[in-house]
C-alpha cells in the first residue's frame, strides 16, 4: 500500500530541504526523500552543503585562518605566542561535529514542520492518476505517491577523465575535506572557488600548494580588477597559482601523484604531490532517479530541463539547485526551492537571478553581486565607477587587514547600481547591503546619502558609493 503525499521532495540538500518546509508552511502535506549516509550509516540530510560543501569548508578555513593568525599576525598586536601547533584529527572532528548539528537541525526541522522523513534513495516509477509514484530504496524499500514532485538531487564532483577519485590521492571536495594530515605538497588542478578555498586551507596549515588552471586569466568570472588583487594577495601568501596551463598525463603511483603538464609558454613540466585534489566544476546528479520511466527530459550537460520557473517538461515535476542550471550556489538553490513550494500553492514565488550573491571565502575574501565591468563594456553599457581601498579605512586599520577594496558600478544616467564588487576583510557581510541595495533597485547616491556606523567596515561600500560620484570624503 503506497503512502500518498501532495509533494515528494527528491533530495534534502539547501533546495530540496527548503523547498519541503516551505510547502509545510503552505499546508501541503510533504515527504522528503535523502539518501545521504552518515560515518555509522544513519541519515545526514543537508546535501552537498551540509556534508561536503558549504559547511564543512567553512569549517576548515575558519581553523585554519586561526593557526595562521596566531603564526603571523598575533605578534603584530603585541602577543607572544610560541609552539603554536595544529592537531588536524582535532580541526577535522570539530568540523565533523559541526556538520552533525548542521544535520540534526535538519532533522529537528523536519519533524517541526510535520515532513515525513525518508532515508534512501528515491526514483520514479511511473505516472499514476493524479501524480507519480515513487520508490524509496533504504534499509526498507517504500512505494510513495505524490501529486507534484521536486527533484533536487544536486552535483557531484567532476572528475579528469582518466583519473578518477580515490579519495587517498586523488581528491575530490569529499577528501580534500577529510585529509588527516597535512601533505607536504599538494597540486590542485583548478583555481576555482574550490581550488581556492581548500588550497588556501592547506597552505595556512603548511602544505606546499601548487594550483594548475586551464584558463588564461585569474578568476575570470570575477570583476578583473577585484581578481588582480586578489590574486596579488594569494601569490604573496604562498600559493602558486599557475595559469593557461594545459594538464596532461596523470600517473598516480603509492604514495604520490606526478602530473605532466604545459605551461602557458607551451613549455612541458611536470608536478609531483603527495596528494592531488581535482576542482574543475561539478556535473548535475540524476544518477538512480530513473528519470527515463517517466519520460523526464535532462539538457546536453545532464542538468534537468526546467523553464524559468523551475518546471520540468512533465506536468507537476519540479527541479530545483544544483541539478538544474544556474550557478551552483546553496542560496540560489533555497530560493528556488521557496519559489517552487509557493508556485505548487497557486503563489507567485520569485527569484531574482540578477541579485545572486557570490562569495569566495577565502583571506582575503571575495564576494560580488551584478555585472563586472567587463560584461557592461562587452554590453555597451554606460557606467560609471567608484572604488575605495580598505587601507583607508580606520576599522580595518584597526584590524590589521587593509587589503583590498569595494567597487561599485552604476548606471551613467540614472545612476542605478549594476553591481558591487569587493575584495577584502568580510567581503561575505559586506555584500548583503549591496545585494539588498540592488534588489530595492537603489542608486549609488542612496548609499552614498545612508549613514553607516563609524568605525565599520561598511563605511568602504558607502565610500565607494561616493567615488561613483567623484567626492570620497577619505580618500
Ligand atoms: P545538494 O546539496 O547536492 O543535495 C542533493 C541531495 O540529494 C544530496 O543529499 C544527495 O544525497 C541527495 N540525492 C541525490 N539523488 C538522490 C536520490 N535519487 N534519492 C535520494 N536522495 C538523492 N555554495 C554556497 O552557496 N556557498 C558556499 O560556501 C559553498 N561552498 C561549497 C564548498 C564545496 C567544497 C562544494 C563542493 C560546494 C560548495 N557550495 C557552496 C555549493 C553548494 O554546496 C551547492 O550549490 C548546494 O549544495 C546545492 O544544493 P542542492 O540542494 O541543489 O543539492
Ligand atoms: P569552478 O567552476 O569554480 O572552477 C573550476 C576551475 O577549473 C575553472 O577555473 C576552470 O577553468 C578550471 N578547469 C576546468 N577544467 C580544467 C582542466 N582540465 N585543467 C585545469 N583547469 C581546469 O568549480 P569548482 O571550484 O570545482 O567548484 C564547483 C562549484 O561549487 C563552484 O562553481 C561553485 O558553484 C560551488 N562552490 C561554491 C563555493 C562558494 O560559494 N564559496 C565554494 C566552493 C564551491
Same mark, same amino acid.
Given at each position: 500500500m503506497s503512502q500518498q503525499f501532495d509533494v515528494i521532495v527528491i533530495g534534502a540538500g539547501p533546495g530540496g530541504y527548503i523547498a519541503a518546509i516551505r510547502a509545510a508552511q503552505l499546508g501541503m502535506r510533504v515527504a522528503c526523500v535523502d539518501e545521504w549516509k552518515n560515518a555509522a550509516g544513519g541519515p545526514a540530510p543537508g546535501g552537498t552543503c551540509t556534508n561536503v560543501g558549504c559547511i564543512p569548508s567553512k569549517a576548515l578555513l575558519q581553523s585554519s585562518e586561526h593557526f595562521d593568525q596566531a603564526n603571523h599576525h598575533f605578534a603584530e598586536h603585541g602577543i607572544a605566542v610560541s609552539d603554536v601547533r595544529m592537531d588536524v584529527a582535532k580541526m577535522v572532528a570539530r568540523k565533523d561535529s559541526v556538520v552533525k548539528q548542521n544535520n540534526d537541525g535538519i532533522l529537528y526541522l523536519f519533524k517541526k514542520n510535520k515532513i515525513t522523513f525518508f532515508h534512501g534513495r528515491g526514483a520514479f516509477v511511473k505516472a499514476v492518476d493524479g501524480g507519480y509514484e515513487i520508490k524509496v530504496s533504504g534499509a526498507a524499500e517504500e512505494i510513495l505517491v505524490g501529486k507534484q514532485i521536486v527533484v533536487a538531487t544536486g552535483s557531484t564532483a567532476r572528475p579528469l577523465p582518466g583519473t578518477p577519485f580515490? #579519495?587517498? @590521492?586523488?581528491?575530490?571536495n569529499d577528501g580534500a575535506l577529510r585529509m588527516g594530515t597535512v601533505p607536504k605538497k599538494l597540486g590542485l588542478i583548478g583555481s576555482g572557488v574550490i581550488g581556492l578555498e581548500m588550497g588556501s586551507v592547506w597552505r595556512r596549515l603548511g602544505a606546499e600548494v601548487t594550483i594548475l588552471e586551464a584558463?588564461? #586569466?585569474? @578568476?575570470?568570472?570575477?570583476d578583473q580588477q577585484i581578481a588582480k588583487e586578489a590574486h596579488k594577495a594569494f601569490v604573496k601568501q604562498g600559493l602558486k597559482i599557475e595559469l593557461g596551463v594545459t594538464v596532461g598525463a596523470i600517473k598516480v603511483g603509492k604514495k604520490g601523484v606526478n602530473v605532466a603538464w604545459t605551461n602557458a609558454k607551451g613549455e612541458a613540466q611536470t608536478l609531483d604531490v603527495d596528494k592531488l585534489i581535482i576542482s574543475i566544476g561539478r556535473s548535475p546528479n540524476t544518477v538512480g532517479l530513473n528519470a527515463d520511466a517517466v519520460g523526464l527530459k535532462l539538457d546536453a550537460r545532464g542538468a534537468i530541463e526546467v523553464d524559468a520557473e523551475c518546471?520540468?517538461?512533465?506536468?507537476?515535476v519540479w527541479a530545483v539547485g544544483d541539478?538544474?542550471?544556474?550557478?551552483?550556489?546553496a542560496h540560489k538553490a533555497e530560493e528556488e526551492g521557496v519559489a517552487v513550494a509557493e508556485r505548487m500553492a497557486g503563489q507567485h514565488g520569485h527569484v531574482n537571478f540578477n541579485t545572486i550573491p557570490w562569495v569566495i571565502y577565502t583571506n582575503p575574501e571575495i564576494a560580488w553581486v551584478g555585472q563586472t565591468e567587463q560584461q557592461l563594456k562587452a554590453a555597451g553599457r554606460a557606467y560609471r565607477a567608484g572604488s575605495f581601498p580598505f587601507l583607508a579605512n580606520g576599522r580595518a586599520r584597526a584590524l590589521g587587514d587593509t587589503t583590498g577594496m569595494v567597487k561599485m558600478l552604476a548606471d551613467a544616467t540614472t545612476d542605478e547600481i549594476l553591481g558591487v564588487h569587493i575584495v577584502g576583510p568580510m567581503a561575505s557581510e559586506l555584500i548583503a547591503e549591496c545585494v539588498v541595495a540592488m534588489a530595492f533597485r537603489a542608486s549609488s547616491e542612496d548609499i552614498a546619502r545612508i549613514c553607516h556606523a563609524?568605525?565599520?567596515?561598511?563605511e568602504a561600500t558607502k565610500e565607494a558609493a561616493l567615488a561613483v560620484d567623484k567626492r570620497t570624503l577619505n580618500f
Open positions: 580515490d #579519495e587517498q @590521492l586523488v581528491l575530490s584558463l588564461p #586569466e585569474f @578568476l575570470g568570472a570575477v518546471r520540468s517538461n512533465l506536468s507537476g541539478v538544474v542550471h544556474g550557478p551552483m550556489l563609524h568605525p565599520s567596515l561598511s
